[in-house]
């Protein structure tokens, strides 16, 4: 109002204060005043890494000077933060040594959550390249694949640097692999292979290379793969080898040509497990000997 004077008598605003007065209106939308922070603190605002917070000229809470909080989407290396929500800081399940790929998290302690990522439980090397399974039996090999063992249709030669899944595969649950092919049982004991059939080491007539097939139509517990050559044990705990037989590795009491049809080891005693290696094969059976 205008006093008698004619100057502004300011008495009855000075009830309703101004912002920057250091008094909270609160009604006023005020937040803070000056260096009244109500008490608040970076904190208690959530705020849980501390810093120093502020009143604007607004009367608004200043935050620039805090330091943020687990949850906020940004790493902060220096409160001993991994990764914040969706900022892994640049990580992959790759950097990680998970060469198999997978999805990396962040979890609610901002850790690294490799859970999502794809690791090996079981690997095996051929000569110029390598296969393993994944925690869930899936097999991914790398390397040399002039013959598709790799196993991945998408990579019909050449070679790769990284893991890829082998096209087709169902989970095993071990694996062998040769010079260039590998086999593998599944889970109900059915065998599959991949790579070269040069020397009928897939288990079929076809030399052509092969991604996935299957070879047999019984059961068996284990399988191992020479250089060209394949025995496995059959769930009745019988040896049976095929491919490659040149110097007598299917152990059928021949040396000659090749088969693609298992063919039973000439020994009745039951097995229990098989290794081959490039051009024989052992056995051990059910009492220990081998």
Known sequence: MCGADCLFDLTDCASFGICGDGAIQGDAGEE??????????????????????????G????????EG???DDTTQPGHGEECDGTDLSGETCATLGHMHGGNLTCDGSCRLDTGGCRMLSMGSAGESFTCGLTESGLPWCWGLNNTQQVGHMALTNGQTLVPLDVTSAVP?????????????????GMVYCWGDNLKHQLGTQYTSSFNTISVT?????????????????TGAN???????????????????????????????????HVTSGAFHSCALSQTGAA
């Not at 000056?34 to 502020?54: P, V």
């Not at 692999?177 to 109900?188: E, I, N, P, Q």
């Not at 517990?221 to 496995?232: I, K, N, P, S």
């Open 238 to 272: 019988q040896v049976r080898c095929w491919g490659d037989n040149a110097f007598g590795q299917l152990g059928y009491g021949v040396a000659t040509g090749d088969s693609y049809t298992p063919v039973a080891v000439a020994l009745a005693e039951p097995f229990v």
């Open 172 to 188: 095993l649950q071990q694996i062998s692999s040769g010079k260039s092919h590998t086999c593998g049982v599944d889970m109900a």
């Open 59 to 66: 009367c608004a809470f200043d935050l620039s000077g805090c």
């Open 69 to 71: 909080w687990c949850g």
């Open 32 to 57: 803070c005043d000056d260096t009244n922070l109500d008490a608040e603190t970076c904190e208690s605002l959530g705020h849980t890494y501390g810093g120093t917070l502020a009143c604007s000229a």
């Open 217 to 233: 139509t019984i059961p068996y517990l284990q399988v191992a793969a020479g250089r060209e050559h394949t025995c496995g044990v």
